[in-house]
């Protein structure tokens, strides 16, 4: 009897089988529908004109084909000066951005976070979400006449105290600094809406038990805040190199002039007056193939070093 039943065990195990899940169902295909739009649009916009870079190694004009050049037009980039000016302004305006304008929202949100008037909250909130939904065209426009040497508000407070009216946006070395400036604020208060969900989600036992322990605001923000953001800040910032020059091209077309094209003048602007203004269509796909390599580059690098040197051993793909 006994033997029967240690027989039947397995024999009773083995004849169980598990239902495949479906696919397609109630709960999951909104969520598809949600997503569709997404994919759509990366597929319309970014796999559908992969073919065009090929234009890069063509001689394309404005009648159309004329034949293959090979590398021809990025040995002619590489041997112009004007050209890796712009490329170091980019990269002069993305170190700021990493230095002042990535850290913004983070400290925009902890700061945000500490706030207990929930009613005061929500109005310095929506306050700073507001500018992101402002064009760059109205923002610019703004900030320029703020900033006008014979009009701005600005220059009116330098001429009460006594001193000469600055034309701000005819100082070369002064434009980086006002890009960064004007990109935290229309952006810090939009980018810390994400943060703001990762606090939200921080138990708060943690902070009880720090209270308990001793410890002040500042040393619950470096002992549970910050570590409670860390995967999101890495997550942010690994994926912020897959378009590391995004963001760039419509408030500096928009606030370049000739005065200061020498550290105004970026890859994208080039890019736009060579390849559209001028009609060079191989020397701009040229340029913008070179830009997306060097995007692509730093991705995957810094993937890998995530991978390298996480506690887990894992990147973010």
Do not use: C
């Not at 696919?23 to 949600?34: A, D, E, G």
């Amino acid at each position: 009897m006994a033997h029967s039943d240690a027989v039947a065990l397995p024999l009773d195990t083995t004849t169980k089988t598990k239902k495949k899940g479906k696919i397609f169902t109630k709960r999951s295909v909104p969520l598809y529908l949600m997503i569709l739009p997404a994919m759509v649009f990366t597929v319309m916009f970014q796999y559908i004109p992969l073919p065009g870079r090929l234009i890069a190694f063509m001689d394309f004009r404005t009648a159309g084909f004329q034949g293959w050049v090979g590398l021809e037009h990025f040995r002619f980039l590489f041997n112009l000066d004007y050209f890796w000016n712009a490329f170091i302004n980019t990269w002069r305006i993305v170190l700021l951005g990493y230095l002042f304008f990535f850290p913004a929202p983070i400290l925009f949100a902890l700061l945000l976070n500490e706030i207990r008037v929930k009613s005061f909250k929500k109005v310095v909130q929506t306050l700073t979400v507001l500018p992101n939904f402002i064009n760059w065209v109205v923002v610019s426009t703004i900030f320029i006449s703020i900033l006008s040497p014979r009009f701005g508000y600005v220059n009116d407070l330098i001429r009460a105290f006594g001193g000469e009216p600055i034309f701000f946006f005819s100082i070369p070395r002064l434009f980086p600094w006002l890009l960064t400036y004007l990109r935290i604020w229309k952006g810090v208060g939009y980018s810390a809406i994400i943060y703001l969900a990762a606090l939200s989600a921080v138990d708060a036992e943690l902070y009880e038990s720090a209270v308990i322990d001793g410890a002040g605001r500042i040393r619950q923000t470096f002992a549970v805040t910050l570590p409670a953001l860390a995967p999101t800040i890495l997550v942010l910032f690994v994926l912020s190199f897959a378009d590391v020059f995004s963001g760039l091209f419509e408030p500096v077309l928009m606030l370049k002039n000739p005065m200061i094209n020498s550290t105004a003048e970026i890859l994208d602007t080039y890019i736009y007056d060579v390849g559209l203004v001028r009609r060079r269509y191989g020397l701009g796909a040229a340029a913008g193939l070179f830009k997306a390599t060097i995007s692509m580059t730093l991705l995957l690098t810094v993937n890998w070093v995530t991978k390298r040197f996480s506690p887990e051993g894992r990147g973010i793909f």
